[in-house]
């Protein structure tokens, strides 16, 4: 794999994961227009590791109140009801959970169209179909919802939760983003912009430090041990996220979310019209 091939990967990973715009769609242009380079397992797995921990330093203020809190309600469960971090602690693990779960259910059935340029065309249009979607999505919860408590105002319910982290596993399909699944969805239940990014954000590292684990024990590739192309890969997925992290929260406050649209759905678009091609030109 060449420098150029590696940092467009890299940054494939690290943006496309923070920001809702597909790393498995992206990647999978950069390969289809690079060449078929292979950054090997042990490289894979380091980038993920990199984008899982800017995720968490993104989200980082909401993710120490949550721990603390929900280590505080494990003893007094009524903080879940009256405590936001206590319910973020909740919410973050019953949304991971089902996630997890999910994806492990579903990632099997999906694994042979990871390198199908229909599917991954088709996942883009449905991932920029759901963002252009949250234009219409409220702020915040209604009335009858604040009536419940401030905690419940900020949040979802847990069955609710599930159904995030449902969404989140479901976008293991090839060209759809999990942090844009469970963001469209928090949006269009009405959570408040800010939490409902840091959600998104933080429900997405446990996914990623499984993948970081399973790239870690599945064996060596022909550039797994280069320490050189390992560090590249790390730093520039980590900066990488970060950034794109920063940029969501400000395309999220500034309701210009659904602008991704306009990129993501022309570029699926583009790789449809490339899948369609590929019979006649024999490729």
Known sequence: MSLLQLVVLAVAQGAGEALPISASGHAAVARLWLGRGDAGPAIEAGMALATATALGVAGRRRLAVALGEGVRAIARPGLFQVSPGARDAAVLTVASAASLAT???VAPRVEGLRSSPLAI???LIAAGVGLASTMFAR???PRAARSTGAAAAEAPSLPLAALVGVAHGLAVFPGVSRVGAALTVLLWLGVRADRAVDLALLITVPSLLVAAARGSAGGSGPEAFEPGALAIGVVI????????AST???LV???RL?????????LGLALLAYARALPASGT
């Not at 659904?258 to 022309?266: C, E, F, K, N, T």
């Open 103 to 105: 994806a492990h259910l």
């Open 121 to 123: 065309a088709l996942g």
């Open 139 to 141: 702020r915040g919860w």
């Open 237 to 244: 997925a980590f900066l990488a996220a970060r950034i794109a």
């Open 248 to 250: 969501l929260k400000s």
């Open 253 to 255: 406050a500034t309701r």
């Open 258 to 266: 659904p602008l991704l649209a306009l990129w993501i759905i022309p």
